[in-house]
């Protein structure tokens, strides 16, 4: 049997890649002409492992249930779970700055003919169905893309980009201890 991952670590692992987005995202912000300089001098400041859940009854998701990148038995709003206007109401608030929404135009256009890569195991793979589905607002004929017959991420053929995603099990460093 496999040693497993402890879970107090999950949440730290949620942050961390949420955090790597927003500095991706955020670099991307300072390369463009349309960034401001008070933009990007609040990157300084953010200390996204310290800060705390915020309860926002208007935070709603960015997609509906006609994501096609969900798993349909994973696929919350398609299935109608009962709390999920509950769940969907908490947002991380990160110690000193602003956390602003994902732009998915403004990511797919900075990213044009590009390919953007994932390597990560189920926990990752739940949020990257979310990033897809975010992406996919700005562009309705994103596509699956398979390679093998097996789901790899998707194509987003209006800005040529694709997002894959490569699974992998374990991404820490484990030893065997027979008992």
């Given at each position: 049997?496999?040693p497993?991952?402890p879970?107090?670590l999950f949440?730290?692992?949620?942050l961390?890649?949420?955090a790597?987005?927003?500095?991706?995202s955020?670099?991307?912000?300072l390369h463009t002409?349309?960034?401001?300089?008070?933009?990007s001098?609040?990157i300084?400041n953010c200390n996204?492992f310290?800060?705390?859940?915020?309860?926002?009854?208007?935070?709603t998701p960015?997609?509906?249930?006609t994501?096609?990148f969900h798993?349909?038995?994973?696929?919350?709003?398609?299935?109608q779970?009962?709390?999920?206007?509950l769940?969907?109401?908490?947002k991380?608030?990160?110690?000193g700055?602003h956390?602003?929404?994902?732009?998915?135009?403004?990511f797919?256009?900075?990213?044009r003919?590009?390919?953007v890569?994932?390597v990560?195991?189920?926990?990752?793979?739940n949020?990257?169905v979310s990033f897809?589905c975010?992406?996919r607002?700005?562009?309705e004929g994103?596509q699956?893309w398979?390679k093998?017959?097996a789901w790899?991420g998707a194509?987003?053929?209006?800005?040529n980009v694709?997002v894959a995603?490569?699974?992998?099990?374990?991404l820490s460093?484990?030893?065997?201890k027979?008992?």
């Open positions: 049997m496999s497993k991952l879970s107090h949440p730290y692992l949620i961390l890649t949420l790597s987005i927003y500095l991706f955020s670099l991307i912000s002409p349309s960034s401001s300089t008070s933009q001098l609040s300084s996204f310290k800060g705390k859940w915020v309860f926002d009854p208007n935070h960015f997609y509906d249930d994501c096609p798993r349909n038995a994973w696929n919350c709003i398609r299935n779970r009962e709390n999920l206007s769940i969907n109401s908490w991380w608030v990160p110690r700055c956390l602003p929404w994902i732009d998915p135009f403004r797919l256009g900075v990213m003919n590009n390919n890569g994932f990560g195991d189920s926990l990752n793979e949020f990257l897809l975010i992406l607002v700005a562009d994103a699956k398979k093998k017959g790899r194509y987003f053929p209006k800005f694709t995603y490569h699974r992998a099990v374990l460093k484990y030893q065997w027979p008992k």
